[in-house]
């Protein structure tokens, strides 16, 4: 984790933009990122994620702005010269070589000598864990093993900066999850800058110490996983990072930073605010699942939470992930509300009527960008 | 139940064997059969009218007499010459098809490469003699622009018949290649690039070991084509083109020597699959994964 402001960042982004055609796939795009630190851009699929990265590489020249790599500018400079790797979104290993040969390749093409090449290329497939699979082909390592070989054939290069593009992407769900854990131990271990790319919401937060969340070739918010998790700059990054309840409806009064406004069917709630709304305002909520506390009764709530009643309509068991779904009384809006770890509501079923409640300071809402 | 299925075995196998009937007859009819009666007529001699011994007496001349095997060889090393050259001409070609036109932009490159196809190769042969003969169009334009001072003969040079090999062959070598090179994974270029690598080391370690399938069977056509084109080499080079099938003609149809003739057919069937052979192993390719390229 990098936080002094006395190291210079090893990646400028300032106001990039490209355009393919009529159509702006990135625009006016502006981040920094610290040196050694793991920065993920996170955003829908064809939000223009691969073409920003592609720039950051050198593969196309944007069409405004600037892009400087360690300080420096990178205007005019080829990919073979930038102080840059990338590990491809389907690894890109070359077929026709060894494991040993395609980490080695980006050596030899410095003019490192053979011997020289095979020692490095060796120690650092011994410290990705893949000691003696140098001269295996690449088709018989496993799906994570090749992930490893093309990480250790950019990182063997030293470079001041590694791109990464949904690296994971093929990879079946059970070893993602173990990916994840080791992309992260193998960043700290190398304290090499990473800049990647994804549209798995929790591979950005659980990596990240910063992340970009793009939306339409913009930056919709940039901050750590906390911050985009807890204070959501806009309503696509409240709907995008992390479950969420969205609630739309129409304000019905501001009170400093609460604002009341109706859900539909006389459902009247109060949540925090991030602007100043006008009665009869569009608004746009979102409570996270486990923001929100089940109760059989509303004396049970905690004290200042409004009793609110639905439905269940059906239990996600899934360990400690469980939740219920429930309709609210007056709404008829569908909700999704965290069980607690306890098992206390374990009982639950379909059709039981339940209460609920949640802390106004934790649901926050956005003007409306519904009708 | 057993018995049906065995019916439907055998009716399949009835359906196979009708089905390959034709190309069988034809490679009996046409190729075998003929090639068993050469060789025949290439192990004898005549020793008086209508009196034949079986004999070496053909091969032996050949080894004897040296005008036979340097045309031979001349030919072979030539054939090589052309289809390495084709080559060369051809890989920018495909290249292009294969990665940087798109749509529209690739299928009339290819139709371009098709072109010298749609007139016969007769007609095709002449058209190159018209241009190139000592009173013809491009003498004419090199006088007219002051390159020579007298129209020259461009006909008859090695030259010409390696440009008029080249010209024929270029599609054979084309479409193998556009295969193999559009098999290529883009971002493996870009991972090599993106690496540290430029044009050069990328096409010898990435570009060429991807797509020598497709060179190799490009090159074995085009060589096959070359050594057994009569044509070409007949009409662009004239008295001197001295072109192993020529020699081969001239001993059937001039010299009614068939046994000399069916001898050197012999002679050159080996020397296109010895070359074969060797061009396989020199490049590691398996000849079936080769033939799935053509
Ligand atoms: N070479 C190109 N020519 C024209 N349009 C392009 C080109 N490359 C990308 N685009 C367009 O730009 C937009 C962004 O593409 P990009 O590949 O950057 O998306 P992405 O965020 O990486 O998506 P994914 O998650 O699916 O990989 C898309 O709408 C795409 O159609
Ligand atoms: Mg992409």
């Known amino acids: 984790m990098s936080t002094g402001a006395a190291a210079a960042p090893d990646l400028e982004v300032s106001a990039v933009t490209k355009r393919f055609a009529a159509h702006v796939a990135v625009n006016e795009v502006s981040f920094s990122v610290a040196r050694g630190s793991f920065f993920s851009i996170l955003g829908p699929s064809g939000c223009g994620k691969t073409t920003l990265l592609r720039m950051i590489a050198g593969f196309i020249q944007p069409d405004g702005g600037g892009i400087a790599i360690g300080g420096r500018d990178m205007r005019n400079v080829p990919p073979n010269k930038r102080p ?16 040993g040969e395609n980490v080695a390749f980006g050596l030899a093409r410095r003019g ?10 060796e120690a650092m497939l011994e410290r990705v864990g893949l000691a003696g699979a140098a001269s295996k082909r690449t088709d018989e390592l496993s799906g994570g093993q090749r992930q490893r070989v093309a990480i250790a054939r950019s990182l063997v290069l030293e470079p001041t900066l590694l791109l990464l593009d949904e690296p994971l992407g093929a990879l079946d769900l059970k070893l993602r999850e173990h990916m994840k854990v080791e992309l992260k ?4 271990a190398f304290g090499t800058t990473f800049v990647y790319i994804t549209h798995d919401q929790s ?4 990596l990240s110490d910063r992340v970009g969340v793009m939306n339409h070739g913009r930056f919709e918010q940039l901050g750590s996983p906390q911050e985009l998790y807890y204070s959501p700059a806009t309503s696509f990054v409240a709907g995008f990072v992390g479950a969420n309840n969205r609630l739309t409806g129409t304000v019905l009064a501001q009170d400093g930073a609460l604002v009341e406004f109706d859900a539909g069917g006389g459902l009247h709630l109060r949540v925090r605010a991030n602007a100043a709304f006008t009665r009869g305002a569009a608004v746009d909520a979102f409570i996270r699942p486990e923001a929100m506390t089940l109760a059989r009764t509303p004396a049970e709530l905690p ?7 639905g439905e269940v309509t059906d239990m996600l068991f899934d360990g400690a992930n469980s939740v219920v779904l429930l309709r609210e009384a007056h ?3 569908e909700l999704r509300i965290a069980l607690p770890q306890t098992g206390a509501f374990a009982d639950l079923r379909a059709g039981a009527r339940i209460c609920f409640g949640f802390d106004p300071g934790r649901a926050i809402c956005f003007p409306g960008t519904h009708g | 139940m057993a018995e049906t299925a065995a019916g439907a075995l055998w009716y ?7 089905l390959l009937a034709p190309a069988l007859l034809w490679l009996l009819a046409l190729i075998v ?23 070496l007496a053909q091969y032996r001349s050949f080894f004897g007499e040296p005008l036979y095997w340097h045309v031979f060889v001349r030919t072979a090393l030539l054939s090589a010459f052309a289809t390495a050259l084709t080559l060369l001409v051809a890989f920018p070609i495909a290249w292009i098809i294969a990665k940087l036109a798109r749509g529209r932009m690739s299928a009339l490159l290819f139709v371009v490469c098709l072109i010298p196809f749609w007139v016969s190769e007769t007609v095709r042969t002449l058209g190159w003699m018209i241009l190139l003969r000592e009173s013809g169009v491009l003498p004419a334009l090199l006088v007219h622009l002051g390159i020579t001072a007298q129209p020259v003969e461009l006909l008859y040079h090695d030259a010409t018949i390696l440009v008029g090999l080249v010209y024929t062959s270029l599609l054979f070598m084309v479409v193998p290649l556009v295969g193999s090179l559009e098999s290529l994974d883009n971002s493996l270029i870009e991972a090599a690039y993106d690496l540290g690598g430029k044009g050069w080391p990328i096409l010898r370690t990435i570009v060429i070991p991807h797509a020598a399938p497709g060179i190799t069977a490009g090159c074995i056509v085009v060589f096959m084509l070359t050594l057994g084109n009569y044509l070409t080499p007949t009409l662009l080079g004239g008295k001197n083109s001295l072109w192993f099938t020529e020699q081969i003609y001239a001993q059937f149809i001039t010299r009614f020597n068939w046994e000399q003739g069916a001898a050197f057919g012999f002679l050159l069937l080996a020397l296109s699959t010895a070359m074969v052979w060797l061009g396989l192993k020199a490049s590691g390719q398996r000849f079936s994964d080769v033939m799935r390229r053509v």
């Open chain 1, 203 to 206: 591979e950005a937060l659980v």
């Open chain 1, 185 to 188: 131990q193998l960043q700290s």
């Open chain 1, 303 to 309: 004290p200042g939470q409004s009793a609110l009643s």
């Open chain 2, 33 to 55: 059969l003929p090639h068993f009666d050469l060789a025949l007529l290439s192990f004898r001699a005549r020793v008086a009218p209508r009196e034949y011994v079986a004999s």
């Open chain 1, 112 to 121: 490192v000598g053979r011997a020289e090449r095979t020692r490095r290329a």
């Open chain 2, 12 to 18: 399949r196998r009835l359906v196979l064997a009708l």
């Open chain 1, 331 to 333: 709404s008829r809006r």
């Open chain 1, 84 to 99: 840059v790797n990338m590990v491809f979104q389907h690894l890109a290993l070359f077929p026709m070589m060894s494991v």
